[in-house]
T-cell receptor, first 115, second 110 residues
Framework: EAGVAQSPRYKIIEKRQSVAFWCNPI?????LYWYQQILGQGPKLLIQ????????DSQLPKDRFSAERLKGVDSTLKIQPAKLEDSAVYLC?????????????FGPGTRLTVT | KNEVEQSPQNLTAQEGEFITINCSYS?????LHWLQQHPGGGIVSLFM???GKKKHGRLIATINIQEKHSSLHITASHPRDSAVYIC????????????FGPGTRLSVLP
């Protein structure tokens, strides 16, 4: 079974530029998560999708971050414009369970550096 | 103050040592997850616990629901065990989401 795929693996941009990350979850997984993990901290949930609907985006900085999962499969996360404090690893995870409390499978992450 | 706490923050051990990493949380939950993150890599799920104890190879995870505490033990540690170990609580008061601890960075020296 293929795992969660993410691209790119690394990205370096200057502040005020835009960037987009892509995630393809495990086939059949209804729930998709985007997390931000700042160095030395645990992951922080940015947004949770169930199929193509948003379940929780309460911690997403909506003035600069956006995410979509139009067909209920793959997803993109965009930052526009980026700030220095956005430097982090962006993790995508998926889960088969609709309730969200089941096991999550994580992708390799995208390491973003904003200079 | 993080809702899920871990100790120690950093841990260095010699190969072969028995290792314990602790996780505590403050509210009722339905499950506690232990995750492993290698440098530059993604996160791998090790255990999902709702009660008692689970064992997989050299790894053992326990949870005490009444005391709101969980431990991850590694027996006969090896340098390849070097990673960040993260616990995450879910369900109950936390609802559907994972609430992550800050992680414990483990280095096992040969």
């Amino acid at each position: 079974e293929a795992g969660v795929a993410q691209s790119p693996r690394y990205k370096i941009i200057e502040k005020r530029q835009s960037v987009a990350f892509w995630c393809n979850p495990i086939s059949g997984h209804a729930t998709l998560y985007w997390y931000q993990q700042i160095l030395g901290q645990g992951p922080k949930l940015l947004i949770q999708f169930q199929n193509n609907g948003v379940v929780d985006d309460s911690q997403l900085p909506k003035d600069r971050f956006s995410a979509e999962r139009l067909k209920g499969v793959d997803s993109t996360l965009k930052i526009q414009p980026a700030k220095l404090e956005d430097s982090a690893v962006y993790l995508c995870a998926s889960s088969f369970s609709l309730g969200g409390a089941g096991e999550q499978y994580f992708g390799p992450g995208t390491r973003l550096t904003v200079t | 103050k993080n809702e899920v706490e871990q100790s120690p923050q950093n841990l260095t051990a010699q190969e072969g040592e028995f290792i314990t990493i602790n996780c505590s949380y403050s509210v009722g939950i339905s499950a506690l997850h232990w995750l492993q993150q290698h440098p530059g890599g993604g996160i791998v799920s090790l255990f999902m616990l709702s009660s008692g104890k689970k064992k997989h190879g050299r790894l053992i995870a326990t949870i005490n629901i009444q005391e709101k505490h969980s431990s991850l033990h590694i027996t006969a540690s090896h340098p390849r065990d070097s990673a960040v170990y993260i616990c995450a609580a879910t369900g109950g008061t936390y609802g559907q989401n994972f609430v992550f601890g800050p992680g414990t960075r483990l280095s096992v020296l040969p």
